[in-house]
C-alpha cells in the first residue's frame, strides 16, 4: 500500500519528503491511504509551492492539512487555540469607528424624538 503511495506522492514531492509524509502519518496512528494522499497532494499544490507545504506540514506536526491554513492572510483561526487572534491597529480604528457610527445613528434617533416631543409639547 505505501508503494502506491509513494508513486502519488513522489512526482510532487520527491522520494525523500514523500517518505517522510509517509512515515509522520504512521506515526500519528492515522495512515495515508491512495485517496487520501491524493486528497493531501491536492492541498499541497493549491498552495502554489507543494514542497514548502508538506515541509510546514511536517514541522507543524499536523495529521492533516488545508492549503487555506498557511495561506497568508486566508484568516485561519483555531477555535481551540486558547490564544485569541491579536487585532491590529488598522482593525481596532475600523471597528471603533463602525461602532461610533451606529452609536451616533441610534442616538441622533433619540435626539431627534426627543426634540419632536420637546416641541409638541409647548
Not at 512526482?11 to 517522510?20: R, Y
Not at 509522520?24 to 498552495?47: F, M, S, V
Amino acid at each position: 500500500m505505501s508503494k502506491e503511495i509513494l508513486e502519488i506522492l513522489s512526482p510532487a514531492l520527491g522520494e525523500d519528503l514523500a517518505k517522510d509524509i509517509i512515515a509522520h502519518r504512521r506515526g500519528k496512528k492515522c495512515p495515508l491511504t491512495a485517496r487520501g494522499a491524493k486528497a493531501l497532494l491536492r492541498e499541497y499544490e493549491a498552495t502554489g509551492n507543494a514542497v514548502a507545504a508538506a515541509e510546514e506540514h511536517l514541522n507543524r506536526g499536523w495529521q492533516g492539512f488545508k492549503a487555506e491554513w498557511v495561506k497568508k492572510g486566508s484568516g485561519f483561526h483555531d477555535p481551540h487555540n486558547p490564544m485569541p487572534k491579536a487585532e491590529t491597529r488598522e482593525e481596532y480604528i475600523k471597528r471603533s469607528i463602525e461602532a461610533n457610527n451606529r452609536d451616533w445613528e441610534a442616538s441622533s434617533d433619540r435626539r431627534v424624538s426627543n426634540l419632536i416631543r420637546m416641541a409638541t409639547r409647548q
